[in-house]
């Protein structure tokens, strides 16, 4: 199964400043097809999680520009350029590469 | 608009049975996988397993294999997980979702189980 570790754990933000949160696969996410299937999700408290950004760098509708996805094969980033208070919640980075899906630990971003 | 429409709260004693739903609407049910994903009290997010309806295979995360079963009703565009003998660990919020490789996962509002005697 693949193993995805996210780090850190935890992130305490003052509004305005930046955030980056790092997910490494076991594996790589490299699809033959060319594609990489790596998405990031945000779960704000007492809500579902939502899909934030999918094959690595492509955000979902509606989702501000000031989240942006990188990275390859094994090794992906999520950065916020610019925190807001609405964005605090557990993020979750999942590989959609191979059946049964999995996510990585989370990180829990808090505001300062 | 896509909706997954989850069942109710439930509140179980350890050994019972329970069967919860997902509705789906407002795409081709039969063209994406749907699965669900557990998140128990405080933690993270852990998939379960999936489900095509279109041709009923199905996915089971290891931890989860033979602990539960997943199943669909394509004629009513519902999926299903269900326990035959619940445990107290078996307490969490149980999400179902639906996935796309390329539109990754949409997740329903989530159906809140409570075992406890």
């Known amino acids: 199964d693949f193993v995805l570790t996210q780090t850190p754990l935890s992130l305490s933000v003052t509004p305005g400043q930046p955030a980056s949160i790092s997910c490494k696969s076991s594996e790589s996410l490299l699809h033959i097809d060319g594609k990489t299937y790596l998405y990031w999700y945000l779960q704000k408290p007492g809500q579902s999680p939502h899909l934030l950004i999918s094959?690595?760098?492509s955000r979902f509708s509606g989702v501000p520009e000031r989240f942006s996805g990188s990275g390859s094969g094994t090794d992906f980033t999520l950065k916020i350029s610019r925190v807001e208070a609405e964005d605090v919640g557990v993020y979750y980075c999942?590989?959609?590469?191979?059946?049964?899906?999995?996510f990585g630990g989370g990180t829990k971003v808090e505001i300062k | 608009e896509v909706q997954l429409v989850q069942s109710g709260a439930e509140v179980k004693k350890p050994g019972e049975s329970l069967k919860i739903s997902c509705k789906g609407s407002g795409y081709s049910f039969t063209s994406y996988w749907i699965g669900w994903v557990r998140q128990m009290p405080g933690k993270g997010l852990e998939w379960m397993g999936l489900?095509?309806?279109?041709?009923?295979?199905?996915?089971?995360s290891p931890s989860f294999q033979g602990q539960v079963t997943i199943s669909a009703d394509k004629s009513i565009s519902t999926a299903y997980l269900q326990w035959s003998s619940l445990k107290a660990s078996d307490t969490a919020i149980y999400y179902c979702?639906?996935?796309?490789?390329?539109?990754?996962?949409?997740f329903g509002q989530g159906t809140l189980v409570t075992v406890s005697s």
């Open positions: 489900i095509h309806p279109g041709d009923s295979d199905t996915r089971y």
């Open positions: 094959e690595v760098s």
């Open positions: 979702a639906r996935h796309g490789r390329a539109t990754g996962s949409y």
């Open positions: 999942m590989q959609g590469i191979r059946l049964p899906l999995t």
